[in-house]
């Protein structure tokens, strides 16, 4: 059974700073697609950060220059750098592994900028 675990969540102030974590279990391929979302109240779910099939990493636009996709020593665990945070970013983060035929998601992990 496969199972992606999102970790790292919490409540920080404006200008803070938090580290997501997700780490797969069960995936059966070397060739995953990994990619981090969100979803705020009342949203859709938006794109934040995805590794691409050429080795680069595409961010969402409110992200870029913020936040910083990585992977762990592992070869299923990634993380976030999420700095600067502001209000907007409250939403709860999700991680997603996919290929051609599977797609993968996390439960998610609550992320809340406040002051």
């Known amino acids: 059974q496969v199972q992606l675990v999102e970790s790292g969540g919490g409540s920080v102030r404006p200008g803070g700073s938090l580290k997501l974590s997700c780490e797969g279990f069960?995936?059966?391929?070397?060739?995953?697609?990994w990619g981090w979302y969100r979803q705020a109240p009342g949203k859709e779910r938006e794109l934040v950060a995805t590794?691409?099939?050429?080795?680069?990493?595409n961010y969402g636009g409110s992200v870029e220059g913020r936040f910083t996709m990585s992977r762990g020593d592992g070869k299923n665990l990634v993380y976030l750098q999420l700095n600067s945070l502001n209000p907007e970013d409250t939403a709860v983060y999700y991680c997603?592994?996919?290929?051609?035929?599977?797609?993968?998601w996390g439960q998610g992990t609550q992320v809340t900028v406040s002051a």
């Open positions: 590794f691409s099939t050429t080795g680069t990493t």
């Open positions: 997603r592994a996919r290929t051609g035929m599977e797609d993968y």
């Open positions: 069960g995936l059966t391929h070397n060739n995953y697609i």
